[in-house]
């Protein structure tokens, strides 16, 4: 079995790694650090979840001059989630090496992040729009870069971020050695690659079989007007301790968010309108079970890695393989099994066997017969005791989801972990028990 002292990582890494707990390396390691060792470009394609970050970390890692006080190494991610998880997860060898990282991405203080530049740093992590706003000031120079890496390129480029990553690369040493990471290769990725790569490597590593083994996958079949109502009764049904509720745009995770909560869910949303303040506060509070439910965008939720999330929602069905497997991947860890609820309209049939033939298998098929919705009676079981119960018996409010036709051939997908309502009946106590433990923050509700 391969460890990371064949792979070429020195003792004093190998140490900081084994207190870590990392001591065996991953598929995308094995074959990623020997190569970038040897100083060659790659493109390596690769899910979120496969142990790329370090994979491109060791190398820089062992190259970085500890007393040269200058940007070094530039890692370009598309979110500011991202780049926050990457810099968490440098800073944990680099603080012991000496080595001084900085992340760059908007929402922070930009007089603070001049500062550190200027004190010397050598790693920067950042997203693309901050690092074009340091290069506009003047506060950044990379013609000091060697190692570059672009991570997740394909959602720079879904992002529209291909202009500013390549006006990035041009700044940067022409003698660089460039990684480029991706969960999927379209043409213009390809192109980027062309384009400012010496003769890369290419590694591609297979999504391990997380879809088959571990999660159970259902895709019920539900107009888009009865989604929300599906929607709850789910999660009345299946009762998860954490969960992600997936959507493709803003717009629809905020009012799937303000559906559930006015419902009396524990929810909160993330998406790119939040600011960086708010997004770190609801990952936080996912993280400590305090919210029970997140509503996401696929571009938020890249590189989101949170432990016990039990189920996942897509509220709207992913257009692609790669997208669903992401997805749903976000459960069914660490041995635990999961499971994944897909909503489909009846037009969105292609996308089903799109998605069945990229995985291989057939999914469960469910349909709403007639209609089957949570009881008024049921949910307020749900519902804080000290509410009026005439009073909530009495309401009938009208869906706030149900915001029209839905456009096209935009069918929304969304992936979630599992959840637990707000207020939950005692009988979910068991079935929530084999979580303990694993959630700092689990809590009982008011």
Known sequence: MADFSSLGIRPEINVILAQSGITVPTDI??????VLLAGKDVVGQSQTGTGKTLAFVLPILEKIEVNKPIVQALIITPTRELALQITQEVTKLADKLGVQVLSVYGGQDVDRQIKKLKSGAQIVIGTPGRLMDHLRRKTIYLSGVSKLVLDEADQMLHMGFLDDVEELVRQTSPKRQT???????????RGLADRYMRKPVDIRVQTPNITLDEIKQIMVEVPEPEKM?????????????????????????????????????DTDELHGDLSQAKREQVMRRFREAKIQILVATDIAARGLDV????????????HDVDSYIHRIGRTGRAGQTGMAITLIDPHEQ???RLIEQGI???IEKHKVSGQRVISKDKRRVFQDKREDQTKVRGEKKENPFILGKPEKKKPVGHSG???RSRRKPKDTEKSNQQYQGKSKGKKSRA
């Open 229 to 265: 109502a599906k929607l709850c009764t789910m999660i009345d049904e299946y009762r998860p301790y954490l969960a992600i509720v997936f959507c493709h745009t803003k717009q629809r995770a905020t009012a799937v968010n303000i559906a559930l909560s006015q419902k009396g869910y």
């Open 179 to 189: 990684m480029l990471f991706s969960a999927t290769m379209p043409s213009k990725v």
């Open 29 to 34: 390691q094995i074959q990623a650090i020997p």
């Open 350 to 352: 292609p996308y089903v």
């Open 360 to 362: 291989s298998a057939s």
């Open 417 to 419: 972990a599992n959840i």
């Open 307 to 318: 432990e016990g999330i039990t189920h996942v929602f897509n509220y709207d069905i992913p």
